[in-house]
């Protein structure tokens, strides 16, 4: 029972406080417009921003394989990339479950070991947050006076960043120290060294230029995704690719809250920040709803296409073992 309340109140939280966000942020717009939006939709570039969408997975997928390598795994392009959408997918259902599962398959498709794989993905996470930074401090520079707008506008404080961070690091140590006074120290301890290995394997690699072309891949892909999106729309149509950058370093952040893919949080950090580049609140309502709930559709519909395609090929194993 306890473990049935406690994954209820994972799944049905985020879900709650993204629809509670998405409440307040909506709570007075004009839904007409939104049908006629949709209607007037350039679907050459909703198109071309889809097949970037496609494709930064796809790439995540081979990067990952790339970094098994070191380990002595190679595991299927297939079965890495399908995993990827899975992730996503897993990640609509119960916000930061994606990595697991994506460990999880290939633990049973390619008996990698739950710990190696894991701790490649903490790694591939970690180089993530360096490029997210890196766009950041360049968006930031090139618009700093939307940014500095955009912080006295929302309220937000940098010391107050500061402080949650430093309190994040904080609980991470002292939950360090305690499980280490715990009897399954020893299991622990030998999970971390298979799990460090996985975080080093990018220190062994040989093609690591690769690696580094990949992950810029990535996101450029996330962001040509992000930003083929404005040419949809003719109230958007004109805004720049620095505008867009930032446009795009918000809503990376913004998704960090534990919702639904960012449901809440992303909308109003995008409405929040078009409204200073001079779109009216409701062409900027219409963007965040259109642009999160498409891309959303399309992390679903991945999911169940790398679901049925992990399928296949467990049964098609099975046929040729026997």
Same mark, same amino acid.
């Given at each position: ?11 049905? @939280? ?20 939104? #049908?006629?939006?949709? %209607? /007037?939709?350039?679907?050459? *570039? ?15 997928? *081979?990067? #990952? %394989? ?14 890495? =990339? ?24 290939? /633990? ?6 739950? !710990? ?7 790694? /591939? ?18 618009? *700093?006076? =939307? ?5 006295? &506008? ?9 402080? !949650? @961070? ?7 140590? @002292? ?9 399954? *120290? %020893? ?19 040989? &093609? ?8 810029? $891949? ?47 949080? #992303? ?13 009216? /609140? ?10 999160? $709930? ?5 992390? !679903? ?22």
């Amino acid at each position: 029972m306890k473990k049935i309340i406690n994954y209820t109140l994972k799944t049905v @939280l985020p879900i709650i406080l993204g629809v509670l966000i998405l409440y307040v942020v909506y709570k007075d717009f004009k839904f007409s417009q939104l #049908w006629s939006e949709l %209607k /007037e939709m350039n679907l050459f *570039w909703f198109a071309l921003s889809t097949a970037f969408g496609i494709m930064s997975h796809v790439i995540r997928g *081979w990067r #990952w %394989k790339l970094s098994l390598a070191p380990l002595g795994y190679n595991p299927s392009s297939a079965v890495c =990339v399908n995993s990827v959408y899975v992730a996503y997918a897993a990640n609509l259902v119960l916000p930061r479950v994606g990595e697991v599962s994506r460990c999880v398959i290939l /633990e049973k498709h390619e008996h990698v070991p739950f !710990a190696h794989a894991l701790g490649t993905l903490v790694m /591939e996470r970690m180089l993530d947050t360096a490029m997210v930074l890196l766009i950041t401090f360049v968006a930031v520079v090139l618009q *700093w006076q =939307v940014f500095s707008a955009f912080i006295n &506008d929302t309220g937000v404080e940098v010391s107050g960043i500061v402080i !949650a @961070l430093l309190s994040v690091l904080a609980i991470g140590v @002292l939950s360090f120290f305690f499980i280490r006074k715990l009897s399954i *120290w %020893k299991k622990i301890k030998s999970f971390i060294t298979r799990f460090m290995e996985g975080v080093l394997s990018v220190t062994k690699m040989k &093609d690591g230029w690769l690696f580094l072309l990949e992950t810029i $891949g990535i996101w450029f892909c996330y962001f040509m995704q992000f930003y083929l999106c404005f040419f949809c729309f003719d109230f958007s149509s004109d805004l720049s690719v620095a505008a867009a950058l930032l446009l795009f370093v918000g809503g990376s952040i913004a998704v960090v809250v534990p919702t639904t893919n960012g449901a809440g949080p #992303w909308h109003y950090v995008i409405i929040s920040i078009m409204v200073l580049y001079g779109i009216s /609140e409701t062409d900027a309502g219409v963007f965040a709803l259109i642009v999160h $709930g498409t891309q959303t559709l399309l992390v !679903a519909v991945l999911g169940i296409y790398g679901i049925v395609s992990l399928r296949f090929r467990g049964v098609n194993q099975r046929k040729i073992k026997a």
